[in-house]
């Protein structure tokens, strides 16, 4: 009796071994665990927006590396230009306000595996505004321009819409507002540059670099 019992548990065994086997060879098991994507770009961006209520152009450069589609790390440059025509500081001139600043730009994504996603970027640099006269053929007014800036410290968070068009080509479209810390100019007219903008950018690059070439569907042959 003892011997039958062994018996048909080696055969149990076998059958189950044997099933096993045969199923494994229906399919292929990917261990993507460790498949992380990964992905790098240059943009350029142009806004519009308004400081005291006046008119201003923005335009900027970013160079940014993606980890997974999830979160942008890079180095972003701006500069931005105010039509302010404020008379008195280069008498008998006008004078406008500009600013070029610099910094880390940190953007979280949601949604990343859709074709359009929404993020929150934040730009953490600095810089410096002052006046500008326009009017490069008075040299009285040129000889001012030196005492005219000063530096600033700028944080500009933001919420942005991306359109995937494809794996090397991303736009961007969204509302920033920017804050910065007191210039001390010789003219106190303006001494921020704070105030929301609008603006739309395009992103060129490798967005999925690194994902898994070699996954396939096997076919069903019966």
């Known amino acids: 009796m003892r011997h039958i019992k062994t018996i048909l548990l080696f055969a149990l065994t076998s059958c189950i ?3 096993i086997a045969q199923e494994s060879q229906n399919y292929i098991e990917f261990n993507d665990r460790k498949n992380i994507v990964h992905g790098v770009y240059l943009g350029i961006h142009a806004g519009y927006g308004e400081i005291e209520g006046k008119e201003t152009y923005i335009g900027g450069l970013k160079i940014a590396y993606v980890a997974n589609r999830k979160f ?4 972003v440059t701006k500069g931005l ?3 302010q025509n404020i008379s008195g ?26 074709k359009i996603n929404l993020s929150f970027p934040v730009l953490i640099g600095g810089g410096a505004m002052g006046y500008v006269n326009t009017n490069w ?3 009285e007014a040129e000889q001012y321009q030196e005492d005219q800036w000063d530096a ?5 968070p933001g919420v942005n819409v991306l359109y995937n068009i494809s794996r090397y080509v991303q736009l961007e479209m969204g509302v920033k507002y920017r804050f910065s810390s007191k210039a001390e100019l010789s003219s106190d007219e303006i001494t921020r540059i704070n105030g929301f903008s609008a603006g739309f950018g395009v992103k060129m690059g490798v967005f ?3 994902r898994n070439r070699y996954k396939k569907n096997i076919p069903n042959h019966e």
């Open 89 to 114: 500081i280069f008498s008998p001139d006008i004078a406008d306000l500009a600013a070029v600043y610099s910094g880390l730009h940190v953007e979280p994504i949601l949604f990343s595996k859709a």
């Open 152 to 156: 600033i410290f700028v944080v500009e």
């Open 17 to 19: 071994f044997t099933s």
């Open 72 to 75: 942008e790390v890079g180095f």
């Open 137 to 139: 053929d008075d040299d």
């Open 81 to 83: 230009f105010s039509n």
């Open 208 to 210: 999925n670099l690194g």
